[in-house]
């Protein structure tokens, strides 16, 4: 797959790594910009507060199929949005996920190394699930769905619970699974 990773730090980067060890074509956009017409995947990981500021200086993301991984971290949407991921959509008119924000970047480089896959949450367009669930299991974990773009509010405000956890057992995996398959 051609990836598009619009943000290039500890998320943008370390996926880009993570896919490109997988088979895949990433390109790496930072805060100047650049266009995305090429991809088929477009990763959105910038900070959350600045999400409208950085689709602006993206070209070709119309249609493209999305996947933000933005926390509002201190911040809230752009007016009018439940969510990041919502504002995405309607800036693209695409297939939309949300995925990767419920995860430590900080362990990208152990996900291999655990008896169990660690899950990753999305939520978002059917249009999107082949793509988002093929990035998910190619970066090393197994995804779950969380319903639709409507639940990414939900999903957005999911970072409060991951982060108090972290604050008593530091950067963590988890794995979601139905009895018998833990
Ligand atoms: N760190 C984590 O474990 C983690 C996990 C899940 C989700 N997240 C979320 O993922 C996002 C990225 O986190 P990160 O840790 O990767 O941050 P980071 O290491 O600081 O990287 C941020 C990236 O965004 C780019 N950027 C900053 N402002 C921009 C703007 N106005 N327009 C365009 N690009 C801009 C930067 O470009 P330059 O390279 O050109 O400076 C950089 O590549 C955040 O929303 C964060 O909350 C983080």
Redesign the pocket.
């Known amino acids: 797959m051609k990836i598009a990773a619009?943000?290039?730090?500890?998320?943008?980067?370390?996926l880009a790594d993570l896919w490109e060890k997988a088979g895949h074509e990433v390109t790496?956009?930072?805060?100047?910009?650049g266009d995305v017409s090429d991809a088929d995947a477009v990763l959105?990981?910038?900070?959350?507060?600045?999400?409208a500021?950085?689709l602006?200086?993206?070209q070709g993301i119309e249609g493209k199929t999305v996947v933000d991984?933005?926390?509002?971290?201190g911040a809230a949407p752009p007016d009018g949005f439940a969510s990041?991921a919502e504002f995405v959509k309607s800036k693209t008119n695409g297939p939309t996920a949300k995925s990767?924000?419920?995860?430590?970047?900080?362990?990208y480089d152990q996900l291999g190394q655990q008896k169990n896959r660690p899950s990753n949450i999305w939520t978002g367009d059917e249009e999107a699930r082949e793509v988002v669930e093929q990035l998910i299991r190619d970066a090393g974990y197994d995804p779950i769905y969380a319903g639709g773009l409507e639940n990414a509010s939900t999903q957005e405000q999911g970072?409060g619970l991951i982060f108090a956890i972290s604050q008593a057992t530091g950067?963590f995996l988890y794995r979601m699974a139905p009895p018998g398959e833990l």
């Open positions: 619009v943000g290039k730090g500890n998320v943008g980067g370390g790496r956009i930072g805060q100047d910009g959105v990981a910038v900070p959350g507060g600045a999400i500021d950085a602006e200086k993206v991984a933005t926390n509002l971290v990041n990767f924000n419920l995860n430590f970047a900080r362990l970072i950067p």
